[in-house]
């Protein structure tokens, strides 16, 4: 039965959709390593952002790549302000609070965004329009080659930047040791808004290319956020690289089972992030960090 499978254009659909979880898995992985902190509005301060986008493409007609630029500068900039004005203040409680402040910033998104554009469902315009490319048996349509292009280059841009720049290694020592790095000099207050900046522009970059496949309106992240958690989770909370491969893994069972047993799609998915998680606590590629009580 699995044999008839067409599994060459599953995996291509399933890689797409699965680029799309791990930027935003990789934002989510982002904050938490600066910050320590599990942010629960990723997907709607990307949702939000995407709105922003819609706003520049169709009030002001401005060409998508500017739009998109925009957009990413302020979803960093709106990121960096949630973390200078609201979490700052409450880092030094309890653990918990940043945690329900988060799904409390996300209540506010959803009903901010509600208020200023509506409910309804609108298009979002497509970034690229044009006949799909074909590779044998298998089609890969512009708006797919273009989620690939984008998540490559935003890989490698990022890649360079945690490798290379002396603002990305102090990103790193800060993921490692928040203590030795202000020690050493590192402003801890900056990199948490830098980590939150940086994580928010990636949501916004899903938010905008996901939209024109399915549509736009304030619960449009719900699913996808969820998948991204998910994501970001198997792969390893504490591991970057682990966030990219859990996206693209969920992304890839996530076509597979959608394509056999649709109804069951997020059944399966989440079934086998359990066994994973019960394999590998810390998961595919994160640290399980063991409490001595």
Do not use: C
Request: charge should be positive; charged fraction near 10%; glycine fraction near 12%.
């Amino acid at each position: 039965m699995t044999l008839d499978l067409p599994w060459g254009q599953l995996l291509v659909n399933g890689l797409a959709l699965g680029s799309l979880y791990a930027l935003t898995a990789f934002g989510i992985v982002l904050i938490f390593k600066t910050t320590q902190v599990i942010t629960f509005a990723q997907g709607e301060t990307a949702m939000f952002s995407t709105f922003v986008a819609f706003t520049l493409l169709t009030a002001f007609q401005l060409p998508f790549a500017v739009a998109f630029v925009l957009t990413m500068l302020f979803a960093g900039l709106f990121g960096a302000l949630i973390e200078r004005v609201v979490l700052r203040h409450i880092s030094t409680t309890t653990v918990l609070n940043p945690v329900i402040v988060t799904v409390g910033l996300s209540l506010i998104l959803l009903g901010a965004a509600g208020w200023i554009w509506g409910y309804e469902i609108r298009t979002f315009p497509d970034p690229v329009v044009g006949p799909p490319f074909h590779l044998g048996t298998v089609v890969v349509s512009q708006l797919n080659a273009l989620i690939f292009l984008v998540t490559l280059v935003l890989m490698t841009v990022l890649f360079a930047f945690f490798r290379f720049t002396r603002t990305g290694i102090a990103m790193r020592a800060v993921a490692e040791n928040r203590v030795a790095a202000q020690l050493m000099g590192i402003s801890i207050g900056r990199m948490n808004a830098l980590g939150w900046g940086m994580g928010t522009a990636m949501g916004a970059v899903t938010g905008m290319l996901i939209a024109p496949i399915n549509y736009l309106d304030p619960g449009m992240m719900g699913d996808v956020a969820l998948k991204a958690f998910a994501a970001a989770v198997v792969g390893g909370l504490t591991s970057l690289p682990g966030a990219v491969l859990g996206g693209l893994l969920l992304g890839i069972i996530d076509s597979v089972a959608g394509f056999e047993v649709a109804e069951l799609r997020n059944t399966i998915a989440f079934a086998l992030i359990v066994l994973v998680l019960v394999g590998r606590p810390g998961g595919l590629l994160g640290r399980h960090e063991t409490k001595k009580v």
